[in-house]
């Protein structure tokens, strides 16, 4: 049976114990309901990972003893930007799970002048805070240790005020997946539209600072839909999937 995977910030090393008191605690012992002696696998912010056994479950934690390191599977060969136009609800959250699984290094949310969505600064911490959760569960069930950042959104202006290498995705561009693949770039970003589209201003900021448009076959895609389609096609013609 494959062992229930989790991401905990911990320091601890092979043969000690440690104790989990917080939201994690609460999902393995009421959620899930593992009982004592049961494995796991626990893995860290240092890209450390341990199958380890529950010793013990109290009302507010879980003490857990780390007994065998285990490889971690490699990094994404290349390492991507997501540079995504915020977008509404669940769409945003179902962008940043598919790209952690697919091996996105970090997520740059950006606003454009299209982009409906427009967050307050508090409302902004607990999206932030929101989006990482969502990171770390598609990190623990696609057994990635690298979590992928998500970084504080920016307006497309200050996004396009450095040098960039990348693409960016436009139905009326000419240039195909297929050509840009000829770059073989390892380090690059990838911006993705809102639901209503770049603006011309949108277009001219984003050629300004380096980035190639392409498009992306005949049909138009939804926002969400556009990042994991994508980073299946980048890693299939120069990525992890070759």
Known sequence: MRLHRFYYPFSAGLDETIIISDDKAHYIRNVLRIKCGRYLRLFNHQKQEYKAQITAINKKSVEIHLQEIIKPISSSKLNITLVQSLSKGERMDYT??????????????????????????????????????????????????????????????????????????????????????QNQWQTFDIAIGPEGGWSENDLKQLNSCGLHGIQFGPRILRTETMAPAILASIHSLWGDFV
């Open 96 to 181: 940043v799970q598919k790209a952690t699984e697919l091996g996105i290094n970090s997520i740059q949310p950006i606003t454009s002048e299209y982009g409906e969505v427009k967050l307050k600064e508090k409302r902004l911490e607990k999206k932030l805070k929101h989006w990482q959760n969502i990171a770390i569960s598609a990190s623990e069930q696609s057994y990635r240790v690298d979590i992928p950042k998500i970084l504080a959104p920016i307006s497309i202006q200050e996004y396009a005020k450095s040098s960039r290498t990348g693409l960016f995705l436009e139905p009326n561009e000419k240039t195909t997946i297929q050509k840009i693949a």
